[in-house]
């Protein structure tokens, strides 16, 4: 990875609000100072049995730092309307520093630069640079799109990005950043959240726009959509089971078979609104078995019962296998005892599975091909080279 591609480069990246706040505290402090303090309170960790209390920083201060220190500490507190914890400034620090925010001067000690000034003034050529940076336009434009949206949503595009432009790559760490610029983004008013779900706002938007695409930019949010508008199209299919007329879903069922193979399918009862039997014949290996086949109309939880009914089937029909399809979950119980050692072999189809299965067979299901158009540079630069070869 190239450092022109490097983005998202602070750990415990902070809010701006407090980055403003330490810039003006640590205007006249020397880095030393700071450091240290830094050392001081993470020393102090405290064990998983005797955690420390950082939740009160006027009672840990004067408890566990002296010296400049429990000074320094207590004018962050104190001089930020006790909006920032001495405990937590870590990420602002190293922010500070990678953006040259301060720097020191003659005497040892930090003095504010131009660009800190600048950041002081929410100077939007600076903001823009250093969100550019750290990958928030990126994130504003995951949001693009979508009505609302969890954390948990959001993290595989984010997740993607960061393998791309970062050197972040553990779980913890991608969860991590992308929550505290989620927050960031919240206080500047281009996100807001409703208890675990965000929506990006009018401002938000319009601050995604000022940011130039790449093409690879361009392609991955066409393939967002495209995603999008496919999981939509797997709920519409879900309810269109879940509330489709039986003859109709029985002539499905059987499609469906068939075009994995079963022949002499034959429904052997009607299961009323909520599925079907069937009985049905399938190669298996040089042999042809008999298989029993529950479709279970349930969208909630299909759980042990449910399979105990399957079982009772299958000794019925004199069987040595069958599967069991719901159009929702199996329970874990259920999940469990489908691995019993009966010699009866079972097999769980859940709602997403038998999606794809109607998806890859084409029943009720059409899919439609998107080409792409992407420009060889390679291919033109190489061109143009000649040409200003031969001109020479």
Known sequence: MSKQTLKVRTPQFPLYSEVRHLLQIFEGVSRSAIKTMLKSIDEQTGTPRQPVDWTKPESWIKKRLTGESAVLAKRIWQESNHEVNPRHVYGSYLFINNNGLLNNNVFGVYQTTPRGQAFLASDPKLLAEIDDQEGLPHLLRIFTGKTTARRRD?????????????????????????????????????????????????????????????????????????????????????????????????????????????????????????????????????STVTEVIHVKRYQTSTGRPALDQLREAISRHECFRGTLITLGR????????????????VKLIDGKHLLMLLSENSIGVTRQSVT????????FSSSNDTSTTSEN
């Open 372 to 379: 792409l158009y992407h420009i060889d540079d390679e291919y």
């Open 330 to 345: 199996f329970t874990r119980e259920c999940k469990e005892a489908a691995l019993m050692a009966d010699g009866l072999q």
């Open 154 to 286: 959001l993290l595989p595009e984010w997740s993607d990005f960061l393998r791309e432009h970062s050197h972040f790559g553990t779980q913890a760490t991608i969860r991590d950043t992308l929550r505290r610029r989620l927050n960031n983004l919240v206080e500047r008013g281009y996100v807001t959240r409703e208890g675990v779900t965000y929506l990006i706002t009018k401002k938000g938007l319009d601050y995604a726009e000022q940011f130039t695409q790449t093409d690879l930019d361009q392609k991955r949010d066409v393939i967002r959509v495209i995603k999008g508008f496919n999981q939509e199209q797997m709920h519409k299919l879900s309810s269109l089971l879940a509330f489709m007329q039986q003859k109709d879903f029985e002539f499905l069922v059987q499609e469906l078979l068939e075009s994995m193979g079963y022949e002499d399918i034959k429904i052997t009862r009607e299961g009323g609104s909520k599925g079907v039997e069937v009985t049905a014949t399938i190669q298996f290996g040089s």
